[in-house]
């Protein structure tokens, strides 16, 4: 009985040091989406592009110079065709390497030479 008594003590001990964890971090990161939640061009009616890189006017990390993601803003202006796609010709059920492959080639297509881009390809 003390036995199961001590391993429910500490198990509610090392529930409480996660909670009391979790509590910190909030802490630390409410104040930053607090001021990216509050940012004066959140929303889609002050855009002027048809489609916004992300939801906030700012990088979230004051003084962060990396890459930042942007949306290519070119759109097709007709529907694309009906034409195969390359991994319709493998079943993913019966030769699932060669639909990955298809696949993965479809996706490194014009990505490779720009550095995964997107908004370069």
Request: charged share 15%; proline share 8%.
């Amino acid at each position: 009985m003390q036995r199961q008594h001590n391993s429910s003590l500490s198990m509610l001990k090392n529930i409480l040091i996660a909670l009391l964890l979790i509590i910190c971090c909030l802490s630390v990161i409410m104040p930053t989406i607090a001021k990216l939640e509050n940012s004066s061009v959140n929303s889609p009616a002050s855009q002027e592009i048809p489609f916004k890189d992300h939801r906030y006017d700012t990088i979230p990390v004051d003084g962060y110079n990396g890459p930042v993601f942007k949306l290519s803003q070119r759109y097709p202006q007709t529907k694309p065709t009906n034409e195969p796609r390359p991994w319709e010709a493998f079943s993913f059920k019966t030769q699932p390497e060669q639909y990955l492959t298809s696949v993965l080639r479809y996706a490194m297509e014009g990505n490779l030479q720009v550095g995964w881009a997107g908004q370069k390809n």
